[in-house]
């Protein structure tokens, strides 16, 4: 069974910097793509941005320029990088690892961590 614990959500005014983490535990394929949603209040969870296990990376256009995803293969953590942050990115985000492994797709998410940004 694989679990995704995150860390490092909060509060912060606006223009202000987090990084959120989230170590991966189990059986995970070496091949997969980690990323980082969000949900905010009324809406729907969104994609923010993805890294492939070959560090490919994609965001959502809203956060290009302020956020960067990065991880650590060794340790199966992936951070989220958030500078600039805006009252906007208020939510609560979610670490997401998907891959295949024979012949089945498997699709995990963690707990969340709330980040609240203050104007």
């Known amino acids: 069974q694989v679990q995704l614990v995150e860390s490092g959500g909060g509060l912060v005014q606006a223009g202000g910097s987090l990084r959120v983490s989230c170590e991966a535990s189990?059986?995970?394929?070496?091949?997969?793509?980690m990323g980082w949603y969000r949900q905010a209040p009324g809406k729907q969870r969104e994609l923010v941005a993805t890294?492939?296990?070959?560090?490919?990376?994609n965001y959502v256009d809203s956060v290009k320029g302020r956020f960067t995803i990065s991880r650590d293969n060794a340790k199966n953590t992936v951070y989220l990088q958030m500078n600039s942050l805006k009252p906007e990115d208020t939510a609560v985000y979610y670490c997401n690892v998907q891959f295949a492994s024979r012949g089945y797709k498997f699709n995990y998410w963690g707990q969340g961590t709330q980040v609240t940004v203050s104007s």
């Open positions: 189990g059986f995970i394929s070496s091949t997969n793509v």
């Open positions: 890294i492939t296990s070959g560090g490919s990376t």
